[in-house]
């Protein structure tokens, strides 16, 4: 089994809904974000699937969420903006671009991590 990873960053604020605390407070992070795909087999010139093309796709999904309030935006305007609500939605971004043809051999997601600290992460595997 082969795996890719990349990571990106990006900046936005959002306030926990029906959470007793701080965090239900409006308030911002700086998010870093890792897409894992994984895939058996490699295509003609030994690439799971170009580093160039995942970037792109997350930078894509990213860019809706940058230097926004996150709880305006659907899907987070129904469901709480937490990380873990957060990787779930880029992992169906991803999803997306593969069912569209994203990679030349068969690959799949196989976690997204949403850190919203330097020391607390979300996992989502689909």
């Not at 959470?19 to 998010?31: I, L, M, Q």
């Not at 030994?46 to 899907?75: S, W």
Request: with cysteine; aromatic share 10%; proline share 4%.
């Amino acid at each position: 089994m082969f795996e890719v990873a990349v990571t990106e960053t990006f900046a936005a604020g959002h306030a926990l809904r029906n959470y007793r605390g701080k965090c239900e407070r409006v308030h911002g992070h700086n998010y870093k974000v890792c897409v894992t795909l994984q895939g058996e087999g490699l295509d003609e010139i030994g690439m799971l699937v170009d580093f160039t093309d995942i970037k792109r796709v997350l930078r894509k999904a990213i860019e809706y969420l940058d230097h926004q309030f996150i709880n305006d935006l659907p899907p987070f305007d129904k469901i709480n903006p937490s990380a873990e609500n957060m990787a779930k939605y880029f992992c169906e971004e991803i999803q997306r671009s593969l069912q569209e043809g994203l990679a030349k051999v068969p690959v799949q997601v196989r976690s997204v991590q949403v850190w919203e600290t330097d020391t607390a992460v979300a996992t989502y595997r689909p």
